[in-house]
């Protein structure tokens, strides 16, 4: 069975452009989550969709959206990117959450200068 | 809310030595706790989970934790490392009732592995 893809693997932005980034799970998954990894803040939720609904938001600025599509396919859009926005883009699937385990993709890269 | 907390951001030991990663976690209600490890340029790969059937769980590649409520920890050992183990390892907790994909990770600890 294929594993998470994410694309791109790696990016360069600057500073006030916008960026989207695409994961597809694994297929027979539901559930996508995002997370943000960065040295300083380490791994941090940004949300979960099930089922093309939003079902979690994590601490994040409105800059940050994502979307799920009916195939599971899903996208996470920032805008107006900063210079904190560098980090690892982690993209992560499951049946359904909660106890289901979470299998992560490889990341993408983005880098904004 | 719920929390983790990982003691020691750097633990280094000699191959074959005993492996033991430390977490400890906050939660209001019964949690769900998972063991990730992250290889160098590459997402997190689980290596076991906790969801309130034993305690004692064994995972991939020889390690094993246990859930102790009373200490609200779930601490990540292996009797004997290898060199391949040399990664960084991250717990993580989430909602034990409800089917939420959110995990709450602690700041990882990267194990060194000396030969």
């Known amino acids: 069975k294929a594993g998470v893809t994410q694309t791109p693997r790696y990016l360069i932005k600057t500073r006030g452009q916008q960026v989207t980034l695409s994961c597809s799970p694994i297929?027979?998954?539901?559930?996508v989550s995002w997370y943000q990894q960065t040295p300083g803040q380490g791994l941090q939720f940004l949300f979960e969709?099930?089922?093309?609904?939003?079902?979690n938001k994590g601490n994040f600025p409105g800059r940050f959206s994502g979307r799920q599509f009916s195939n599971s396919r899903s996208e996470m859009n920032v805008s107006t990117l900063e210079l904190g926005d560098s980090a690892l883009y982690l993209c992560?699937?499951?049946f359904g959450g909660g106890a289901y385990e979470q299998y992560f993709g490889p990341g993408t890269r983005l880098t904004v200068t | 809310a719920q929390s983790v907390t990982q003691l020691g951001s750097h633990v280094s030991v000699s191959e074959g030595a005993l492996v033991l990663l430390r977490c400890n976690y906050s939660s209001s209600v019964p949690p769900y706790l998972f063991w990730y490890v992250q290889y160098p340029n590459q997402g997190l790969q689980l290596l076991l989970k906790?969801?309130?059937?034993?305690?004692l769980v064994k995972g991939i590649n020889g390690f094993e934790a246990e859930f102790k409520k009373s200490e609200t920890s779930f601490h990540l050992t292996k009797p004997s490392a290898h060199m391949s183990d040399a990664a960084e390892y991250f717990c993580?907790?989430?909602?034990?009732?409800?089917?939420?994909?959110?995990?709450?990770f602690g700041q990882g600890t990267t194990l060194q592995v000396k030969p």
């Open positions: 993580a907790v989430s909602h034990g009732s409800s089917n939420t994909g959110k995990l709450i």
């Open positions: 992560a699937s499951s």
């Open positions: 906790y969801t309130s059937a034993a305690t």
């Open positions: 297929s027979g998954h539901r559930s």
């Open positions: 969709y099930f089922s093309e609904t939003q079902r």
